[in-house]
């Protein structure tokens, strides 16, 4: 495990704070085309959760990609307090989607952007709140690891969002921006608190339970 500097970056009373990148654009191609935000989880759409787990573990503010049904999404799910943006080239990947809340996030204040992703229901406000630890203590480039293997959620500082841009294609997303920038992450594990389980297939679905 690195760091990226040993700058500290302000907490919560100082100055920019750290904004949650919800990636919930998903159409659920293997679970025969159900759109993953509206998931049922505990009685209400599965990206109503996501998203206050981010509010929980830290982050603000909150943006929410929406792409498949989004129309269908916005009516239904109840998401005070975020920002709703359609990315109309959903189906083109988990990229477009990363792309899309980056280019949102750059006019704003925030000082660093915290990827969840919406379908991983198990991975919940501690393992948020731990990665926004290793950041205000000055990680700039920061994932949740399981038993040491990277995961979500991942925390980029404003500085990397041009570069992780630029890499994110087809379903990739930070791929292939965090393995050429190993060297600067830092590894915060997370398995004792959180379960990387997505939901892909129905076999899946249990997680939701």
């Given at each position: 495990?690195?760091?990226?500097?040993?700058?500290?970056?302000?907490?919560?009373?100082?100055?920019?704070?750290?904004?949650?990148?919800?990636?919930?654009?998903?159409?659920?191609?293997?679970?025969?085309?159900?759109?993953?935000?509206?998931?049922?989880h505990?009685?209400?759409?599965?990206?109503?959760?996501?998203?206050?787990?981010?509010?929980?573990?830290?982050?603000?503010?909150?943006?929410?990609v929406?792409?498949?049904?989004s129309?269908?999404?916005?009516?239904?799910?109840?998401?005070?307090?975020c920002v709703?943006?359609?990315?109309?080239?959903?189906?083109?990947?988990?990229?477009?989607?990363?792309?899309?809340?980056?280019?949102?996030?750059?006019?704003?204040?925030?000082?660093a952007?915290?990827?969840?992703?919406?379908?991983?229901?198990?991975?919940?406000?501690?393992?948020?709140?731990?990665?926004l630890?290793?950041?205000?203590?000055?990680?700039?480039?920061?994932?949740?690891?399981?038993?040491?293997?990277?995961?979500?959620?991942?925390?980029?500082?404003?500085?990397?969002w041009?570069?992780?841009?630029r890499?994110?294609?087809?379903?990739?997303?930070?791929?292939?921006?965090?393995?050429?920038?190993?060297?600067?992450?830092?590894?915060?594990?997370?398995?004792?608190?959180?379960?990387?389980?997505?939901?892909?297939?129905?076999?899946?679905?249990?997680?939701?339970?």
């Amino acid at each position: 495990m690195t760091r990226t500097t040993a700058t500290t970056h302000e907490g919560p009373a100082g100055a920019a704070a750290v904004a949650g990148l919800l990636l919930a654009a998903g159409g659920g191609r293997r679970l025969g085309g159900r759109p993953k935000a509206l998931l049922e989880h505990r009685g209400r759409p599965l990206v109503e959760h996501a998203a206050r787990i981010l509010a929980e573990g830290g982050c603000a503010p909150r943006y929410v990609v929406l792409g498949a049904a989004s129309e269908e999404v916005r009516a239904r799910a109840r998401l005070p307090g975020c920002v709703l943006l359609d990315n109309p080239a959903w189906a083109d990947g988990m990229g477009s989607s990363l792309r899309a809340g980056l280019a949102a996030l750059v006019p704003g204040d925030a000082s660093a952007a915290l990827v969840t992703l919406v379908d991983q229901p198990r991975v919940g406000a501690a393992a948020v709140a731990r990665l926004l630890a290793a950041y205000r203590a000055g990680a700039g480039l920061v994932a949740a690891s399981y038993d040491g293997e990277r995961g979500h959620p991942v925390l980029f500082a404003r500085e990397h969002w041009a570069g992780v841009a630029r890499a994110a294609t087809g379903d990739r997303g930070a791929r292939d921006y965090l393995r050429a920038h190993a060297p600067e992450l830092t590894l915060v594990e997370c398995g004792d608190v959180a379960d990387p389980g997505d939901v892909d297939t129905p076999d899946d679905l249990p997680l939701l339970g």
